[in-house]
C-alpha cells in the first residue's frame, strides 16, 4: 500500500470579505484532494454547527477544484436557516484559492 503524498507546507490563506470580514482557512493537501480544512475568522455564523458541516464539505475536493466548485460545495450544506453575517461561499473559495 503506498502512502499518501502529502504537501510538506500546510496551506495558509487570510481574505477581507468585501464590507464583511476577515476569513482564514488552514488546510494541506493530500493526494491532490484538500485535508485537515479548518476555517476561521471573525465572522459569524448560526447556527455555529455551520461551520463543521462547511469544514466537512470542503474536505477530500480536489486541490485544483475552480472557484464555482468551492463555492457549489459550500451551498450545498447550508440549509434555509443558516445566517452568514460577514462571510459568503464566494469569499471561502476565494481564501482557498489563496490558501494553495
Do not use: W
Amino acid at each position: 500500500m503506498n502512502s499518501p503524498t502529502v504537501n510538506p507546507d500546510p496551506g495558509h490563506g487570510e481574505y477581507k470579505i468585501p464590507g464583511g470580514k476577515l476569513v482564514v482557512v488552514d488546510l494541506q493537501v493530500v493526494d491532490g484532494c484538500l485535508s485537515k480544512v479548518r476555517l476561521s475568522g471573525d465572522f459569524f455564523l448560526e447556527p455555529p454547527e455551520t461551520l463543521d458541516a462547511i469544514n466537512a464539505a470542503l474536505e477530500g475536493l480536489p486541490a485544483d477544484a475552480d472557484a464555482a466548485r468551492l463555492t457549489r460545495a459550500v451551498n450545498d450544506v447550508l440549509g434555509t436557516d443558516v445566517q452568514m453575517f460577514g462571510l459568503t461561499p464566494e469569499g471561502i473559495a476565494v481564501v482557498i484559492q489563496r490558501a494553495l
